[in-house]
């Protein structure tokens, strides 16, 4: 018997190529995220879509809930 493979879930939804402002890194907005309150400087998470799942770091959350991030890197394939 396999087991399904392990979905990861998207803490915040964002398009890696959405680029503009804060030295040009990809942005996302905070009512978009699962859990808002874990949106914060600093914060490690799990960005993207289910089938591109990144792994970020929040660099700022704007007044207008712009969330600006630095992508770290690709999740590894047996983490998805």
């Given at each position: 018997m396999t087991a399904a493979?392990?979905?990861t879930g998207v803490d915040l939804p964002l398009d890696v190529?959405?680029?503009?402002?804060?030295d040009d890194l990809?942005?996302?907005y905070l009512d978009e995220a699962?859990?808002?309150?874990?949106?914060?400087?600093?914060?490690?998470?799990?960005a993207g879509d289910a089938?591109?799942?990144v792994l970020v770091r929040v660099v700022s959350v704007g007044p207008d809930g712009r969330v600006f991030v630095q992508v770290i890197g690709a999740l590894a394939p047996h983490l998805q």
């Amino acid at each position: 018997m396999t087991a399904a493979p392990r979905r990861t879930g998207v803490d915040l939804p964002l398009d890696v190529q959405s680029r503009s402002g804060l030295d040009d890194l990809p942005f996302s907005y905070l009512d978009e995220a699962a859990d808002p309150a874990a949106v914060v400087p600093g914060a490690h998470l799990v960005a993207g879509d289910a089938d591109n799942p990144v792994l970020v770091r929040v660099v700022s959350v704007g007044p207008d809930g712009r969330v600006f991030v630095q992508v770290i890197g690709a999740l590894a394939p047996h983490l998805q």
